[in-house]
C-alpha cells in the first residue's frame, strides 16, 4: 500500500512534468519500453504504477461500473506484456499504446453487452447497495447515478474518434496538444472532433439534463 | 464548424478546468454566449463522470496480478524463431507507420498506401513470373494453375478459350517431358494423341507411357471397342527416373464414332443410344435427321459426353475431319480396312515436325516406319504429302516431297484424290515419285498406292 501511493506521488509528478517536458518523457518512454522487453518485475512495477491511473479514468469514464472498469485496466496491462513478450508491443509512444488499447477493451465490452445484454438488476443491486452505505440523500444519488447513465448511453452514440476525444479531453484531461499527439492528429482535427462531439451531446442529452 | 465558437469554447474549457465559473467564462464571450453556454454546460454534465479517486487497493491486486503474469511469460518458452521474425517485421511496420502519424498524418498514410500498393503488385507481379516456370510438384505451380484457370474463365470468345485450353494443355506435356528429363518422380496428368501401342509400352505425344496390371483404362462409351492409335487419352500417372511414365489411369478423351440418329433435342442427342450434349459451338450437318447415319466427334469429360460435331455420313470430307484426327471408325474391321483406305494428298506449309507426326497447315499427319521422306525439309517449307486414311480415322503419310507447287501456290491444298486416269502414265516422268516398282517395295501394306495421282501438267504449269 505505501509503495502503491508513493507510486502515486511518483506519478503525479510524472503527469506534471509531461504537461511541460514532452519531448524529454518521449525519450523515457522509449527507454522504459525497451526495458520492458526484459519482463523486469521492477520495470514492470513502475510502468504499471505510472500508468494505471491514466488507464482506469480512461476505462471508469466510459463504464458505469467500478469493479468492470478494474478488470479493464487489468486486462490493458496483461495485453501490455503479451504483446511485448511476442514481439508486437508499444515501439515508442507507451502511454498511447495503453490508451488505445484500453479504448478497444472498452467497445469489446459494450460490443458483448449488445450481443447478450445483462439483467438490470446488478445494476438495481449497485444502487441499493450505494444507497445503504452511503450517508447521501438516497434520492440524489439515484438521480446522479441515472444521469450518469444517460450521458454514457449518449457517449456511445459517438464516433470512435469523438468517444476518444472526449475521454481524453474530459476523463483523463489532457491538454488538446496532448490528445493530438496521443491519437496521432493534428491540434486543429482535435479540436473540430471536440466540438462536434459537444454538438451532438447537448443534442441527444441536453435537453433531459438541464 | 464555427472557428470562433470552438475557439472560445477552448479557452472557457481551460478557464473551467482552472476554476473559473460559467458566468465568467461567458462574459468573455457575449457575442457567442446562448450557443456557448449549451456547449459548456454539456461539458460541466460529462466532466461529472471523471474519477479523481485511483482504488488503490484494486491498483496492488492488479499490480500483484499482473507480476504473476510476468513470471508466467518468463518461465514459458521463448518465442520461435518465425514468431521472432514476424514480432520484428510487425515492430518495423507499426515504427513507420508512428513515423509516418508523426510527421503529417494525411501525406504518411498517403505515401503508405502508395508503398503497400507498389509492394503488393511488385511481389505478386514476381511471384506470377516465377510460378511461369514452375513444374508439378513445385511449390508455386498451384498458383500457376489458378491463374491458367483465371485466364481460361476470362476468356472474351469462346475461339479464344479453346485456343488457351489447346495451349495449356500443350504446356502440361511439355512439364511432364521437363520432369522426365530431370529424372524427377512425380504425380502427373496430361493429354495427348495416343501414336502407338506397343507391347513395351504405349506412346502419347511422344511421351513413353507404360501401363501396369493396376492400370485403369476408362472409355465411358460402349460404341468403343477399344483405345487405338490416334484417339485423343488423357493419362494420369507418375513420372520416373527411367524417362517413362508410369500410368495410373488413362481416360479416352477425343474420338469419334458411327450410329444411328434417335432423337435430337436442344442440348442432346441421342445416338445409337448413346445421349451426347450439344451447344452453340456443336458443328451440326444440317441434313442430319432422326433415323440417319452420322459420325459423331466426342469430346469426353468427368461429367458427360459432349459432341463437337456431328456429320451426316454422306457429306463427311477429308477436310472435315477435326484437326487433331483424333477419330475413330469403331465400324472399320480390320478386313474392310484395304478397301476403306484411301490414298490422299496435301499440300501446304509445314508448321510442326516430330518423330511421330507432322503437322501441315493445322492437319496432323503420322509418321509410319517406312513413310518416304525427303531429305532437306525443314519447318516453314512447302510441301506435298501423299497419305491415307486409316480405319480410325487418322491420316498417315506415306510420302513427304517437297512441294513443287510453292513458288506459284502458298495455299494449302487438301483435296481428295481424283479418279485415276489417263494422265498419270503421262505425267510420271516429270514426278519424283518413285517408280511403281519401287513403289510397291516401299509400301508394301498399301495396294492402292500405286494408283496416288501427281498433279497434273496445268498444275505445275500455270502458264
Known amino acids: 500500500m505505501m509503495l502503491t501511493c508513493q507510486s502515486l506521488g511518483i506519478y503525479n509528478k510524472i503527469v506534471f512534468q509531461q504537461r511541460g517536458e514532452n519531448q524529454r518523457l518521449m525519450s523515457d518512454e522509449s527507454s522504459e519500453i525497451d526495458r520492458l522487453s526484459t519482463l523486469d518485475p521492477q520495470i514492470i512495477t513502475a510502468i504499471h504504477d505510472q500508468y494505471f491511473p491514466d488507464v482506469y479514468r480512461f476505462a471508469r469514464f466510459r463504464v458505469d461500473d467500478e469493479v468492470i472498469a478494474e478488470d479493464i485496466a487489468g486486462d490493458v496491462f496483461v495485453c501490455l506484456l503479451e504483446a511485448v513478450h511476442s514481439g508486437r508491443g508499444p515501439t515508442t509512444n507507451l502511454r498511447g499504446w495503453l490508451l488505445k488499447t484500453t479504448a478497444n477493451i472498452v467497445n469489446d465490452h459494450y460490443r458483448s453487452l449488445y450481443k447478450h445484454p445483462v439483467d438490470d438488476s446488478s445494476e438495481l443491486q449497485e444502487n441499493a447497495r450505494d444507497l445503504f452505505i452511503s450517508q447521501d440523500d438516497p434520492a440524489r444519488i439515484t438521480d446522479e447515478a441515472e444521469m450518469r447513465r444517460s450521458i454514457q448511453a449518449a457517449m456511445e452514440t459517438l464516433t470512435h474518434a469523438q468517444k476518444l476525444v472526449i475521454t481524453l479531453r474530459f476523463g483523463n484531461r489532457f491538454s488538446l496538444e496532448e490528445t493530438a499527439e496521443l491519437m496521432g492528429k493534428n491540434i486543429n482535427t482535435i479540436k473540430a472532433l471536440q466540438f462536434r462531439a459537444l454538438i451532438a451531446l447537448r443534442r441527444r442529452i441536453g435537453s433531459d439534463l438541464t | ?463
Open chain 2, 1 to 463: 464548424m464555427n472557428r470562433r465558437l470552438a475557439d472560445a469554447l477552448e479557452t472557457c474549457i481551460k478557464s473551467l478546468q482552472a476554476g473559473v465559473t460559467l458566468e465568467e467564462c461567458l462574459n468573455q464571450y457575449p457575442d457567442v454566449a446562448p450557443q456557448l453556454r449549451d456547449l459548456l454546460k454539456t461539458v460541466e454534465m460529462i466532466e461529472c463522470l471523471r474519477v479523481e479517486k485511483i482504488p488503490v487497493e484494486s491498483m496492488t491486486q492488479n499490480q500483484r496480478e499482473l507480476l504473476s503474469h510476468a513470471k508466467k511469460l518468463v518461465s514459458q518458452e521463448k518465442p520461435g524463431k518465425c514468431v521472432a521474425v514476424a514480432g520484428r517485421i510487425l515492430a518495423f511496420r507499426s515504427m513507420i507507420v508512428q513515423t509516418f502519424r508523426q510527421a503529417k498524418p494525411i501525406m504518411g498514410r498517403l505515401v503508405m498506401a502508395f508503398a503497400i500498393t507498389g509492394i503488393l503488385i511488385i511481389f505478386s507481379g514476381s511471384l506470377l513470373i516465377v510460378s511461369a516456370k514452375s513444374l508439378p510438384g513445385d511449390s508455386l505451380y498451384p498458383m500457376k494453375l489458378a491463374v491458367e484457370n483465371i485466364r481460361v474463365h476470362l476468356a472474351p470468345s469462346e475461339d479464344i478459350r479453346s485456343e488457351y485450353e489447346d495451349h495449356y494443355s500443350q504446356q502440361r506435356v511439355l512439364e511432364v517431358q521437363s520432369l522426365l528429363g530431370l529424372g524427377r518422380k512425380q504425380e502427373i496428368s496430361f493429354e495427348g494423341i495416343l501414336n502407338s501401342m506397343e507391347d513395351t509400352g504405349w506412346v502419347v505425344n511422344g511421351i513413353t507411357v507404360k501401363l501396369q496390371p493396376e492400370t485403369v483404362i476408362m472409355i465411358g462409351n460402349n460404341a468403343i471397342r477399344s483405345v487405338e492409335p490416334g484417339m485423343k487419352v488423357e493419362v494420369d500417372g507418375i513420372t520416373n527416373e527411367q524417362g517413362w511414365v508410369q500410368a495410373e489411369e488413362i481416360h479416352l478423351r477425343e474420338y469419334h464414332y458411327f450410329g444411328i440418329v434417335d432423337a435430337k433435342g436442344i442440348d442432346g442427342w441421342e445416338i445409337s443410344g448413346i445421349n451426347v450434349r450439344v451447344s452453340s459451338s456443336t458443328h451440326i450437318d444440317s441434313g442430319v435427321q432422326v433415323g440417319n447415319e452420322a459420325e459423331v466427334v466426342i469430346r469426353a469429360e468427368d461429367n458427360g459426353m459432349f459432341a463437337m460435331a456431328i456429320l451426316s455420313v454422306g457429306q463427311q470430307k477429308p477436310g472435315s475431319a477435326p484437326p487433331q484426327s483424333s477419330t475413330v471408325d469403331t465400324k472399320a474391321s480390320e478386313g474392310d480396312f484395304a478397301e476403306d483406305s484411301e490414298e490422299l494428298q496435301i499440300s501446304g506449309k509445314v508448321v510442326r515436325i516430330s518423330p511421330f507426326s507432322w503437322t501441315v497447315d493445322g492437319v496432323d499427319v503420322y509418321i509410319a516406319n517406312d513413310t518416304h521422306i525427303a531429305d532437306d525439309i525443314k519447318l516453314g517449307d512447302n510441301i506435298t504429302v501423299i497419305y491415307e486414311v486409316e480405319a480410325n480415322g487418322s491420316f498417315t503419310a506415306l510420302e513427304i516431297d517437297k512441294s513443287r507447287l510453292s513458288d506459284q501456290n502458298d495455299d494449302t491444298e487438301m483435296q481428295p484424290t481424283p479418279e485415276p486416269g489417263g494422265d498419270d502414265e503421262g505425267l510420271s516422268d516429270m514426278s519424283d515419285h518413285p517408280s511403281e516398282a519401287e513403289e510397291t517395295e516401299a509400301y508394301p501394306n498399301t495396294p492402292d498406292h500405286e494408283e496416288t495421282p501427281v498433279p497434273t501438267e496445268s498444275e505445275l504449269d500455270p502458264d
